[in-house]
Nanobody, 117 residues
Framework: QVQLVESGGGLVQPGGSLRLSCAAS????????MGWYRQAPGKQRQLVAT???????NYADSVKDRFTISKDNAKNTVYLQMNSLRPEDTAVYYC???????????WGQGTQVTVSS
C-alpha cells in the first residue's frame, strides 16, 4: 500500500515562502509521476505542478516562476518550493503519485497553506 505524507504547510504572510515535502513509502518517487494539487474552500481540486519519473516538470500558469517542484529519489521525497506567496494560494495542498498505464493513483492527506497578513 502506497502512503504519501505531506508536511511543511502553515501560515505565512503575502510575499513569503514555504517548502512543502511529500514523503512516500517504497521507491515510487523514482517510478511514478508525482504532483502537487490544491483545493481552496468551495473550489475544485486543481493541478499545481507535476514531475515525471524522468524529471520533466509542468506548472499551472498561476504558479509559474513562483513555485518549483523537485524530488529526491534516494529519499523518496517530493518537494514544492513556494515563493512570493499570495492570498489566493491559500488552500489545502495534496501530494499525488500516478502511474497512468497501470491505473495507479494515490493521494496524501493534505497540508494546509494559509497566506494572510
Amino acid at each position: 500500500q502506497v502512503q504519501l505524507v505531506e508536511s511543511g504547510g502553515g501560515l505565512v504572510q503575502p510575499g513569503g515562502s514555504l517548502r512543502l515535502s511529500c514523503a512516500a513509502s517504497g521507491s515510487i518517487v523514482s517510478r511514478y509521476a508525482m504532483g502537487w494539487y490544491r483545493q481552496a474552500p468551495g473550489k475544485q481540486r486543481q493541478l499545481v505542478a507535476t514531475i515525471t519519473s524522468g524529471g520533466n516538470t509542468n506548472y499551472a500558469d498561476s504558479v509559474k516562476d513562483r513555485f518549483t517542484i523537485s524530488k529526491d529519489n534516494a529519499k523518496n521525497t517530493v518537494y514544492l518550493q513556494m515563493n512570493s506567496l499570495r492570498p489566493e494560494d491559500t488552500a489545502v495542498y495534496y501530494c499525488n503519485a500516478r502511474w497512468v498505464l497501470l491505473g495507479y493513483d494515490y493521494w496524501g492527506q493534505g497540508t494546509q497553506v494559509t497566506v494572510s497578513s
